[in-house]
C-alpha cells in the first residue's frame, strides 16, 4: 500500500482544491491531508473563513481522502512521514524548491504537482467583494 501526504489549509474549499487532491490519491492507495489547525494559520498571520473542525468534516467527504491529521507546527512533518509511514509528500507547484519541504527528500518522495489556474481561496474572497459582481 502506497501512502500519500499532502498538506494544507483547504479554506472555502474549490476546485483547485479536489483536483490536487484527486492527483495526489492517484500516486498512491492511501491519502493523508494534514489540515492546519487555526493556531497555525494564526501563526502564519492567516484567519481561515471555516475553522478547523467545519475544514475536516469537509475534506474527509472527499472521496479521495482517507484520513485528515491536524497540522499544527512546521516541524512536525518528519514524524508525520514516519509514524503514518509514508511514500510520498505531495505539494501544490507553489511549494516547488521549498525549505518548507525540499528537507522531506531524506524521508520520502517528494512530489509537487501544477497549480489549478485561476481559481484560489483569496481571489474568491476578492471576487465576493467586487462591486461589480454580476
Ligand atoms: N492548490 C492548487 N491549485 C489552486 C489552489 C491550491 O493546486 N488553484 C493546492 C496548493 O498548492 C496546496 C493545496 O492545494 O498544495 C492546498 O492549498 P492551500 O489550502 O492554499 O494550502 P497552503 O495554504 O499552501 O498550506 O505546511 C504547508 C501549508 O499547510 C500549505
Not at 476546485?15 to 494564526?42: C, E, M, P, Q, W
Request: glycine share 6%; charged share 30%; net charge negative.
Amino acid at each position: 500500500m502506497k501512502r500519500v501526504l499532502t498538506y494544507g489549509t483547504f479554506d472555502l474549499l474549490h476546485y483547485g482544491h479536489i483536483r490536487l487532491l484527486k492527483r495526489a490519491k492517484a500516486l498512491g492507495d492511501y491519502l493523508i491531508v494534514a489540515l492546519s489547525t487555526d493556531a497555525f494559520n494564526a501563526g502564519k498571520g492567516k484567519t481561515a473563513y471555516y475553522n478547523y473542525d467545519v475544514r475536516k468534516e469537509m475534506l474527509e467527504a472527499i472521496r479521495y481522502v482517507d484520513l485528515v491529521i491536524p497540522e499544527e507546527t512546521w516541524e512536525q512533518k518528519i514524524n508525520d512521514i514516519k509514524q503514518y509511514h509514508v511514500d510520498i509528500c505531495v505539494m501544490g507547484g507553489d511549494w516547488a524548491g521549498s525549505d518548507r519541504f525540499e528537507y522531506l527528500r531524506d524521508y520520502c518522495e517528494l512530489v509537487y504537482l501544477d497549480r489549478t489556474e485561476g481559481v484560489s481561496t483569496t481571489k474568491t474572497k476578492e471576487d465576493l467583494h467586487s462591486e461589480d459582481l454580476p
